[in-house]
């Protein structure tokens, strides 16, 4: 099983700031990777596919890196919209496919 | 729009069982994969199983194997999940969501709101 650690646990920021969220991957998933974003109470939403590619309607300050083993998701100006908890999903080798423990972005 | 809604959800004591439904609506939906993913409280997401747009491939994750059964109804637009020997570790809110293609895998590009399931005496 593939396990897909995510960094840092909790990122405080303010608005307007920069975020840069890990993902590493304990083998290679290749370019195997996505991207979710949960808000409280709501179900997660795709936010990028295949490592960089984003997903329909998803503004474009966001922004996916990586390949092999590392991997970046990036938000270049935060919205206050924004701050939620992001997850990593794996699907390069499966079953099963893995999700990240999730990284929770607060208001500073 | 694609739309995907789920239920059957509630409160089922341990060794019990429950099915799950969730109606898909504004795809084809024989066409795509589908996946049951669940999240316990306060935890993160677990991909529970999956099924491929024919119904003919099915995959579970260890955790629910021999317990769980996945299938889906395409002249009724529906996927479900049997889940029976049901215990604490189950309790979860469940979301169905749908792949990008028709063979299983993949990431998940839509999803539905979700169903509680709790199992408690």
Known sequence: EIVLTQSPATLSLSPGERATLSCRASQSVSSYLAWYQQRPGQAPRLLIYDASNRATGIPARFSGSGSGTDFTLTVSSLEPEDFAVYYCQQHSNWPPITFGQGTRLEIK | ?121
Do not use: H
């Open chain 2, 1 to 121: 729009e694609v739309q995907l809604l789920d239920s059957g959800g509630g409160l089922v004591q341990p060794g019990g069982s429950l099915r799950l439904s969730c109606a898909a609506s504004g795809f084809t939906f024989s066409s795509y994969a589908m996946s049951w993913v669940r999240q316990a409280p306060g935890k993160g997401l677990e991909w529970v199983s999956g099924i491929s747009g024919s119904g003919g491939s099915t995959y579970y994750a260890d955790s629910v194997k021999g317990r769980f059964t996945i299938s889906r109804d395409n002249s009724k637009n529906t996927l479900y999940l049997q889940m029976n020997s049901l215990t604490a570790e189950d309790t979860a809110l469940y979301f169905c969501a749908k792949n990008p293609r028709a063979r299983s895998g993949g990431y998940f590009d839509y999803w539905g709101q979700g169903t509680l399931v709790t199992v408690s005496s």
